[in-house]
């Protein structure tokens, strides 16, 4: 129960309980000392019931008074009836009326456009949160992105009308000729907006400001708080009273809009005043108005946006083409989570969210880093001078390219030939690809681990670990080097500007993963074009089978040490030269004298070693080869070499001493696929099916990110809707969805996914891409089942993890969860953590959306967002 200490706390709380007495009571007025109720006829003791239950206590229904918090003070309650409905009228736009609203907009003016240009709203509950510095980082990035576009300038409006800051930063020596004030004034006293703009728009025509660029300098048009001091301090008209005139109340976004046509302006920017004020209330609840939020970390910040975002949201709906609100998150430093405020901003929209498959949240909170260069600066050019550089100014860049100059859909149809054939290369050559037995002319992508491989070993023997998860491409990478028959061949293929003189570094397989008579082929080819040399010992066409016979054969013998596992591995390549060889020095001799060097390739150790989580023994024959063997090999010899293709996790359960160490000797050829990578990856394989899609001027290989985005547009579309829908970025969201909360995403989980997304064409919503949103959203959803199938194949402990989250109770599998809800045990929590499919957040538990699918969870409100961003905040950070 509210304290009641004036008139208006008793008017607060009857407006807050609209609901409960709008079907009895008409309307009320309140007074210093008196209600009325204006009531139905014959209701007047359902009245005083209701205000019993609102009042409780406080209200004497024998007296109809209304006791207040001071001693001896009231209210006193008259009843009037009413013979039929009041007529109230449409409410301003104001904090004050929206308050006791359940919308805050009028339904018409949801269907409506302004008459002009757009019109852009910066706003921050707090001063000093960097809202000017945002809306100054906008003007830029428009003027950079104008130079190539040639679009129209920028009308800058500076609303503020408490704490003036634009204004002072362009203030020139002449006083300017026109303010925002006498704007409002000119707004007040006129009926008719055409008699304002004819009336204004010359004058405000001539206050322009250069904003210098890279290239040029670009003008934009700017319209001051005011004109001289007595404006400010003696103020006549105010946004407030201007909503509050007749038939005005929506006037100001109009005026805006329309001047901004009548200047050849692209669009109106406004500065707003800081906080719940009615300064900028008419504009924040125009639904026409464009609104950016500005806010930094801090808690009295935060709090407030949300406040004024649970406002902002009532009412409005919340699809692809809704102006919806935007967060820019700025002054976050490296050290500050902002995940978790994230999650709190994008939980309020959810509130009013009703489609839950809508992305339109996804992207809804921009972050700007924290840059000191900013925070002290005296004027406009050393703003914009040091923003050039900044990441604020990078994102803010961004925003304003995908936003504002994307071209409206059918300005420029791209024609797609034969879409529905298009759709089907993709997915034959993505099914072929989805293991290693694919087409043997595909060629390996060139990524950092691979470059780092050849740069490391151009002249020398390789002898090295290659690390990876499953499907990372170890197996594909395995059967190109042995396709290539010599390192040196592999080598040239992969960088046309290296040439080996000479090529001496035979690939021979030891161990391979069983994968078809296709790479048995290989296999047999290769051993085939070895014999040829001119060395005593010859290899058998079945090295592999022998080998893996006789490591097996091992393992029933029982437990053994590192030693014994050494001698095992030697013997093993001794072997496979019929015996002709005592010691690897004997095939060192033979090797030099015949001017080879041999390479030998391991893949498949998790077929043979399939407990290493617990069996010692396991534990050392790995340790022995990949640490004891390469150790000596690297040391004693010159013409032998190892690559061993291993997953990371039998890596880690296998060295328990200095694994990180380990870690480090090879991490650099860690077959892991960043960000980037990943992208590279999609319109590379892509490009196969439909030469031509990468129109960049350098190979697809070093193409820069911007190129790779360009392609990808015509892949998947800029957002999963339209180009200027508030959908999610496409390219995000997939990343997101296909990753773990490690950031790690494989070769598999791309090509897994585009064999999916192209199963059927699907319905051609958008022609500017193959790829439609809802093939995409499916896809995850595939792409989930196999991902963690796969994943319980490869660590059993995960898959009984898997398993009992599986099993929950449809209560239970719920984003978030917690630690009672599977009561899942330190060592789980663990392997589940250290495997990226947990992430605890406040005692909040979370899955990736790559195992939700699987695992049949669903997501609360606003805990989809927060785990798209766990997994985007990893990535990017890799």
């Not at 206590?57 to 001071?70: A, P």
């Not at 322009?208 to 103020?235: A, C, F, N, W």
Request: net charge negative; hydrophobic share 40%.
């Amino acid at each position: 129960m509210l304290l009641l200490y004036t008139w208006k706390d008793v008017e607060r709380l009857l407006r807050l309980n609209k609901s409960v007495w709008s079907d009895t009571i008409l309307d009320i007025e309140t007074y210093v000392n008196e209600i009325i109720i204006y009531i139905k006829k014959d209701t007047e003791g359902a009245a005083r019931t209701i205000l019993n239950n609102i009042f409780q206590s406080k209200y004497d229904s024998s007296t109809d008074k209304i006791s207040l918090d001071f001693p001896g003070e009231f209210l006193c309650v008259f009843f009037e009836t009413e013979e039929t409905e009041l007529k109230t009228g449409a409410k301003a736009p104001l904090f004050k009326n929206v308050l006791y609203q359940q919308s805050a907009y009028r339904d018409d003016m949801l269907e409506k456009n302004l008459p002009g240009v757009p019109v852009l709203a910066f706003h921050s509950y707090k001063g000093g949160v960097g809202r000017t510095l945002s809306l100054l980082a906008f003007v830029r990035a428009w003027s950079s992105l104008r130079e190539a576009e040639e679009t129209k300038k920028l009308l800058i409006v500076d609303a503020d009308l408490e704490a003036p800051g634009i204004t002072w930063l362009t203030a020139a020596e002449e006083a300017p000729a026109f303010s925002y004030l006498d704007l409002l004034e000119v707004t007040q006293e006129k009926q008719d907006i055409n008699d304002i703009i004819e009336t204004v728009s010359s004058v405000i025509a001539e206050q322009t400001v250069k904003i210098e660029t890279e290239k040029s300098i670009v003008e934009h048009i700017v319209l001051p708080t005011y004109r001289y001091i007595g404006q400010l301090l003696d103020m006549y008209s105010s946004p407030e009273s201007l909503a509050g005139s007749y038939n005005k109340k929506y006037v100001l976004a109009e005026v805006l809009s329309r001047l901004g046509e009548k200047v050849n302006a692209a669009m109106v920017l406004v500065d707003l005043r800081a906080g719940l004020s009615e300064f900028s209330a008419p504009l924040l609840f125009d639904p026409r108005v464009k609104k950016y939020l500005v806010t930094s970390t801090s808690y009295q910040s935060v709090k407030g946006t949300e406040l004024l975002l649970e406002q902002l949201c009532k009412g409005l709906p919340l699809t692809e083409n809704t102006l919806i609100p935007e967060i820019l998150l700025t002054m976050v430093q490296p050290h500050i989570n902002d995940v978790d405020i994230k999650s709190q901003f994008v939980a309020v929209f959810d509130r009013y969210k009703t489609d839950d498959n809508l992305t339109v949240t996804d992207d809804i909170v921009t972050v700007l880093p924290f840059a000191s260069e900013l925070v002290h600066l005296e004027s406009l050019s050393k703003i914009m001078n040091a923003l050039r550089e900044r990441d604020l100014y990078r994102e803010v860049l961004e925003i304003v390219r995908n936003h504002y100059f994307v071209k409206k859909e059918g300005s420029e149809k791209i024609v797609l030939p034969s879409r529905n054939e298009i759709i089907k290369r993709i997915h034959h050559i993505a099914s072929e690809q989805i293991t290693a037995e694919g087409n043997a002319s595909f060629k390996v992508l060139m990524t950092d681990s691979i470059q780092n491989l050849i740069k490391k070993y151009k002249t020398d023997v390789p002898n090295t670990v290659v690390m990876g998860a499953k499907g990372s491409g170890k197996t594909f990478l395995y059967r190109e080097i042995l396709r290539s028959e010599y390192w040196e061949s592999f080598i040239e293929k992969m960088d046309s500007g290296i040439t080996c003189c000479i090529r001496q570094t035979v690939a021979v397989p030891l161990l391979e993963s069983a994968y078809g008579n296709e790479f048995q082929e290989v296999v047999r080819n290769v051993t085939n074009h070895f014999n040829t040399c001119t060395l005593k010992g010859k290899i058998k066409t079945s090295i592999c089978i022998d080998a893996k016979n006789e490591l097996m054969e091992a393992k029933k013998q029982g437990n053994h040490d590192l030693l014994d596992w050494k001698k095992i591995w030697k013997t093993l390549i001794l072997n496979a030269f019929g015996n002709v060889y005592a010691s690897l020095e004997r095939l060192e001799e033979d090797l030099a004298a015949s001017q080879i060097r041999i390479v030998f390739l391991i893949d498949g150790l998790e077929d043979i070693f399939q407990e290493t989580t617990a069996n010692i023994s396991e534990q050392n024959a790995i340790v022995a080869l990949c640490r004891e063997l390469i150790g000596e090999i690297g040391t004693k010899y010159s013409h032998i070499g190892f690559m061993v293709f291993l997953r990371k996790d039998i890596a880690r359960d296998s060295v328990k001493v200095n694994f990180e160490q380990f870690y480090t000797i090879y991490r650099a050829y860690e077959l892991k696929w960043s960000s980037t990578e990943a992208l590279r990856l999609a319109v590379w394989l892509v490009n196969q099916a439909v030469p031509g899609l990468y129109q960049g001027e350098s190979s697809i290989e070093f193409a820069p990110k911007e190129a790779l985005d360009k392609s990808l547009e015509l892949l998947w579309g800029v957002k999963l809707g339209k180009k200027t829908s508030n959908e999610a970025n496409s390219s995000r969201w997939i990343l997101a969805a296909l990753s773990d909360f490690n950031g790690q995403l494989q070769a598999r989980d791309i090509i897994r996914f585009l064999k999916y997304a192209t199963a059927t064409a699907g319905t051609d919503y958008y022609e500017d891409r193959y790829l439609m949103p809802a093939e995409i959203k499916k896809a995850v959803s595939k792409c989930s089942v196999e991902k963690v199938d796969e994943t319980s194949q490869e660590i059993k402990a995960l898959k009984q993890i898997f398993d009992k989250l599986k099993n929950g109770s449809e209560a239970q599998r719920s984003l978030p969860f917690y630690s009672d809800t599977f009561n899942l045990s330190a060592s789980e929590e663990k392997l589940m953590k250290q495997e990226g499919y947990l992430r605890v957040e406040n005692e909040k538990y979370y899955l990736p959306e790559i195992a939700r699918h699987a695992l049949n969870f669903k997501y609360e409100k606003g805990a989809r967002p927060k785990v798209l961003s766990l997994t985007l905040k990893q990535h990017y950070s890799l």
